[in-house]
């Protein structure tokens, strides 16, 4: 069965500082991909960026970058430069599964950028 | 390119009222999903499809119902709304895997009050 933890409830950044975002997972699959989404208060789900399970090198997009730590099955997600606009809940997922048909989400963090 | 769209945005029901919630995707995606989302909650799993005429339970199915007779539609229905499936409901849409780099594409969610 597959599992995303996302041990931190809420998190404080001051703006323009860096901050990490924590996610561990569990998967028996050879292969999987790892998401993070964004959901602001409007609710809306966006995409931020992608990393597979045979990437030897970390995503990045823009400001967002992926930590990723295969052996201890750890996808942290570092945010740079945060901007009051980066305040929202942060999820974590994973897909996987025999024909990737499988998408686990984690409880998520809720990140607050103070000015 | 109008992506994942909801129908409707929002919803009051009476406790045993049943309805449908609509999704529709032009993206020409496989699979289908819906989830419910309490506050403060990450998103859980109703059902979710794999292509045209194909459905199978998620992780919270009792009280729904689902079908998928058009590769673009994905319906979700209650047939007797009770006070517990307050919620908010996502719709999401992804291609077929194996690959596991793309991500879910989202709708943005129909708000459901039961009374």
């Known amino acids: 069965a597959q599992k995303i933890t996302q041990t931190q409830p809420g998190m404080f950044v001051q703006e323009k500082e860096a901050v990490t975002l924590d996610c561990t997972y569990d998967?028996?699959?050879?292969?999987?991909?790892l998401f993070w989404y964004k959901q602001p208060s409007s609710g809306e789900m966006i995409f931020l960026i992608y990393?597979?399970?045979?990437?030897?090198q970390n995503a990045t997009e823009g400001r967002y970058s992926l930590n990723f730590q295969k052996a201890r099955k750890s996808a942290n997600l570092v945010i740079s430069a945060s901007q009051l606009g980066d305040s929202a809940m942060y999820f974590c997922a994973m897909r996987g599964g025999d024909y990737g048909q499988n998408f686990v989400f984690g409880p998520g963090t809720r990140l607050s950028v103070l000015p | 390119n109008a992506g994942v769209t909801q129908t409707p945005k929002f919803r009051v029901l009476k406790t045993g009222q049943s309805m449908t919630l609509l999704c529709a995707q032009d993206m020409n995606h496989e699979y289908m999903y819906w989830y419910r989302q309490d506050p403060g909650m990450g998103l859980r799993l109703i059902h979710y499809?794999?292509?045209?005429?194909?459905?199978a339970k998620g992780e919270v199915p009792d009280g729904y119902n689902v079908s998928r007779l058009k590769k673009q539609n994905f319906l979700l229905g209650l047939e007797s709304a009770a006070p517990s499936q307050t919620s908010v409901y996502f719709c999401a849409s992804t291609f077929e895997g194996p690959s596991n780099n793309q991500p879910q594409h989202f709708g943005d969610g129909t708000r459901l009050s039961i009374l």
């Open positions: 998967t028996s699959d050879p292969s999987y991909g």
């Open positions: 990393q597979g399970s045979y990437d030897q």
């Open positions: 499809s794999v292509g045209e005429g194909t459905t």
